[in-house]
T-cell receptor
Framework: DSGVTQTPKHLITATGQRVTLRCSPR?????VYWYQQSLDQGLQFLIQ???????AKGNILERFSAQQFPDLHSELNLSSLELGDSALYFC?????????????FGSGTRLTVV | DAKTTQPNSMESNEEEPVHLPCNHS???????IHWYRQLPSQGPEYVIH???SNVNNRMASLAIAEDRKSSTLILHRATLRDAAVYYC?????????????FGPGTRLSVLP
């Protein structure tokens, strides 16, 4: 157990639907990062939050959004889902942004869009 | 972002040492070299990182070339549990907003 908790572990939904993925960071970590891993794209950085505020954006689609709450957990919202959004979504956390010792990843949420 | 080049795949026999190479010829003076690995069906996990000197921890050793243009991750005795994708990543520690950029990595197979 890495200390980063992601729920749900698996999610199957239909095209056009909206889902919310949840991440609880490791205790004491202030930064949360979201990554998407699909078969043909590898691990792609989506977005980072630090202590409730957005700090960096990567290849995140406009249909996707995220937020970090006062208790530091984070949610990734995916809407108007397409077949191509099927992927593993990982959350990672670190003590602060730029933490030299890097990230601790959760075990991911596998999203299947049918 | 400074780029890294790794072999797509490597094979090793169980209980033998494994040397995973990484080339980073455009590395800058403030780039740290990080290694992560991703076991099947899991998220990436931190392995080791370093700047200029060789580094050892309980998981592995990191050997950094004197000119820093390449590095090698060394697993001293491979086990079946070491079969994973290994990522070599550079990150500029003076740019605190920079996030880890994962390449395709090296897929390590360990043969019993």
């Amino acid at each position: 157990d890495s200390g980063v908790t992601q729920t749900p572990k698996h999610l199957i939904t239909a095209t056009g639907q909206r889902v919310t993925l949840r991440c609880s960071p490791r205790s004491g970590d202030l930064s949360v990062y979201w990554y998407q891993q699909s078969l043909d794209q590898g691990l792609q950085f989506l977005i980072q939050y630090y202590n409730g505020e957005e700090r960096a954006k990567g290849n995140i689609l406009e249909r996707f959004s995220a937020q970090q709450f006062p208790d530091l957990h984070s949610e990734l919202n995916l809407s108007s889902l397409e077949l191509g959004d099927s992927a593993l979504y990982f959350c990672a956390s670190s003590l602060w942004t730029g933490d030299q010792y890097g990230y601790t990843f959760g075990s991911g949420t596998r999203l299947t869009v049918v | 972002d400074a780029k890294t080049t790794q072999p797509n795949s490597m094979e090793s026999n169980e209980e033998e040492p494994v040397h995973l190479p990484c080339n980073h010829s455009t590395i800058s003076g403030t780039d740290y070299i990080h290694w992560y690995r991703q076991l099947p069906s899991q998220g990436p996990e931190y392995v080791i990182h370093g700047l200029t000197s060789n580094v050892n921890n309980r998981m592995a050793s990191l050997a950094i070339a004197e000119d820093r243009k390449s590095s090698t991750l060394i697993l001293h005795r491979a086990t079946l549990r070491d079969a994973a994708v290994y990522y070599c990543i550079l990150r500029d520690e003076e740019n605190y907003g920079q996030n880890f950029v994962f390449g395709p990595g090296t897929r390590l197979s360990v043969l019993p």
